[in-house]
């Protein structure tokens, strides 16, 4: 059995957009959300740790040392490169970062003001192109970078990614059975384009399969 030395983080889970790694986090404050929620009411974050491991090897990688007053979002595969977001709050910036492992380089895509968004909750790297989107809930979306686009959604609907000139939404219903339904919508307006039975799935290689 191999043993993967992972210091302190005892769960994986496969990296969306490969087949060659997982990653891990510990948590230290919870999600981003939460982090930025205790940095606001005056008390000290605790950096969480991001860590990458590579299969079928197991080599374990930190590209970024954990920093007190910053936290990381979930990451990301894309264009050969492992993207993530780390929020720096003392700073008010939002960074998003890639890896790459074969020259073991970490360089910066974009640098965002924090002040671009209500709060961090449910702050996600998406593609395709890469994009930093908001959905709080609201029945709003947001594209955050690198364009500004903001529109109304279903309360059950999730954003699964762009295809051109298309955003690809998941929604369910229970009325009263369980269904769910692709809301194909129109880039930037947001106009509904078509529904379609069935749902999104994100495949390995950045391919978005419609399951009707």
């Known amino acids: 059995m191999k043993e993967i030395k992972t210091n302190g983080i005892y769960y994986l889970e496969p990296l969306s957009g490969t087949r060659e790694w997982y990653w891990g986090n510990d948590y ?48 990301i595969f ?26 073991n380089k970490v360089s910066r895509v974009a640098l965002i003001p924090l002040s671009e968004v209500a709060d961090c909750y449910n702050l996600l790297l998406h593609t395709k192109p890469l994009m930093l989107t908001r959905q709080p809930g609201d029945h709003l979306f947001q594209i955050i970078w690198p364009e500004k686009v903001a529109f109304e959604v279903g309360v059950t609907e999730s954003f699964c990614g762009r295809v051109d000139d298309k955003l690809y939404f998941s929604a369910w219903y229970e009325d009263p059975d369980y269904r769910e339904e692709i809301i194909i919508r129109k880039f930037p307006s947001g106009q509904v384009i078509e529904r379609i039975s069935g749902s999104v799935m994100d495949m390995p290689d950045n391919q978005f399969w419609k399951l009707i």
């Open 28 to 75: 230290t404050h919870g999600d981003l959300y939460e982090a930025e929620k205790l940095f606001y009411m005056n008390h000290p974050v605790k950096s969480n740790r991001l860590i990458f491991v590579h299969y079928p090897d197991g080599n374990v990688v930190e590209p970024v040392e954990a920093k007190e007053g910053c936290y990381f979002g979930s990451p």
């Open 78 to 103: 894309y264009n050969g490169k492992i993207k993530f977001i780390r929020v720096n709050f003392p700073k008010g910036i939002i960074e998003i970062l890639q890896y790459e492992d074969a020259k």
